[in-house]
């Protein structure tokens, strides 16, 4: 799952990147309104943190445009104080969540994974394929109740899998919401990964559609 975080205070970007990074997100970061539009329509993400009082372009002017570009990601966005009119406004504005500043970056991310999974239409946050569990709270994988290890990358990538069960899923669709913009993005990759996971989890669960991608199995 890929975030983009659009938030000028550079403290509060760090914290964010660093935390959200943590519970297994790939983050892009814009420090102002112009860059943070742009990242949002040019890229694709399965949530966006979106500060509503942003330098170049103003935060409800970014969703709105996001909006009428047709770009349907889910958006939280940051209110700088407890003020009902910026909450009403984002609403308005196609926000799907709000957060008063100052909180609590254990709330934003439980918001956030909330979020991703209700777009991905996932009523909990333990997702299951057959024996195969993934809480996507804990970050924790098992097979028939035994703990499973996957790497950072194994786990981003079975974790959009997850989010997409039954749906076939490109390797560009992966490389997008797996990497980061900076990640330097080699589409061999992915092949290994799957390979890895199919190794852990057992060959059925993930199947190849030639030329189309994969797909996520309720083996
Ligand atoms: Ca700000």
Sequence with gaps: MRVLIVEDE?????????ALEGAGYAIDAASDGEDGHYLGSTESYDAVVLDLGLPEIDGLTV??????????????????????????AGLDAGADDYLAKPFQTEELIARLRALI?????????????????????????????????????????LSYLMHHKGKVVSRTELIEHIYDQDFDRDSNTIEVFITRIRKKLGPELISTTRGLGYSLNDI
């Excluded at 550079?10 to 660093?18: M, S």
């Excluded at 996001?66 to 909450?87: F, N, Q, Y």
């Excluded at 809480?135 to 194994?154: H, W």
């Design 117 to 157: 999974r209700r777009a991905a239409g996932q009523a909990t946050s333990e997702l299951t394929a057959g024996g195969v569990r993934l809480d996507a709270r804990s970050g924790r994988v098992t097979l028939n109740g035994e703990p499973v290890k996957l790497t950072a990358q194994e786990f981003k990538l």
């Design 63 to 88: 969703l709105d445009r996001w909006r009428k570009e047709g770009h349907t990601m889910p958006v939280l966005v940051l209110t700088a104080r407890d003020s009902w009119s910026d909450k009403v």
């Design 10 to 18: 550079p403290n509060l970007q760090r914290q964010l990147k660093v």
